[in-house]
């Protein structure tokens, strides 16, 4: 079972580089990481376009933004918080639930001032 995880972990690695495994250095155009008793800043710019800010306290709590272009040339920009109530992302790509129906928001609103009697 091993060597058969090994063969299709290659044969990925393959498939997902086929001009070989990309240096990690090759092409990045910034890289600076400051990392400091009361937190860290860090930055990180990519030839292909990739662009990544990320600064932290020392309580863990975390403020960042990282952008892309997607494969049919959109700029995608996510910004984020990641604190004590988990990990905030935003950004213009993300899906948003849809509203909420007027006889929804209307029974809501009843129900809010009516409160039931127990």
């Known amino acids: 079972f091993r060597s058969q995880l090994m063969i299709c972990a290659i044969v990925g690695l393959a498939t997902a580089f086929p001009g070989g495994a990309p240096s990690p250095d090759s092409d990045v155009i910034l890289r600076s990481e400051d990392v400091r008793p009361d937190g860290f800043d860090a930055k990180l710019e990519i030839a ?15 403020k960042g933004s990282f952008s892309f ?24 790509v993300l899906p948003t639930p849809p ?14 001032a009516h409160p039931s009697v127990e």
Do not use: C, M
């Open 48 to 62: 292909n376009g990739i662009n990544e800010q990320r600064s932290g306290d020392e309580h863990g709590n975390i």
């Open 69 to 92: 272009i997607s494969p049919e040339g959109e700029h995608v920009q996510i910004t984020y918080v990641a604190d004590e109530n988990g990990f905030q992302p935003s950004g213009d």
């Open 99 to 112: 509203p909420i129906p007027d006889q929804i928001l209307k029974a809501i609103e009843w129900n809010a």
